[in-house]
């Protein structure tokens, strides 16, 4: 059983940082597509940022190019999203999924909510002006 939590979300001020983790437990993977996905109320769910595990690959919305950061460290199974310069809009719920599937696949269809197969239960910002 996959499980994914994630966890470092708060309340800042506009320009703030925050760091947020997401960690896996229950599969050994070299390779998997990791997707960090927000959603505002009233609103779809987007992607932000993903990353395909076995070769460090990322791939990032336009809206957080130049914000937002995704990496990794395998030997802790948790993927990281560095969230900077924020900005009242990116108040949201963060939520971390994963998919097993190819690079190709992954780099093709990251931000594609409907993909994906394993969810956490989301850990929420709020960014105030």
């Known amino acids: 059983q996959v499980q994914l939590v994630e966890s470092g979300g708060g309340s800042v001020q506009a320009g703030g940082s925050l760091r947020l983790s997401c960690a896996a437990f229950?599969?050994?993977?070299?390779?998997?597509?990791m997707g960090w996905f927000r959603q505002a109320p009233g609103k779809e769910r987007e992607g932000v940022a993903g990353?395909?595990?076995?070769?460090?690959?990322?791939y990032y919305a336009d809206s957080v190019k130049g914000r937002f950061t995704i990496s990794q460290d395998n030997a802790k199974n948790t993927v990281y999203l560095q969230v900077n310069s924020l900005k009242p809009e990116d108040t949201a719920m963060y939520y971390c999924?994963?998919?097993?599937?190819?690079?190709?696949?992954?780099?093709?269809?990251?931000?594609?909510?409907?993909?994906?197969?394993?969810w956490g239960p989301g850990t929420q910002v709020t960014v105030s002006s």
């Open positions: 999924a994963a998919k097993f599937v190819g690079i190709w696949d992954c780099g093709r269809a990251w931000g594609t909510q409907y993909e994906y197969n394993y």
């Open positions: 990353m395909y595990t076995g070769t460090g690959s990322t």
């Open positions: 229950g599969y050994i993977a070299s390779s998997v597509c």
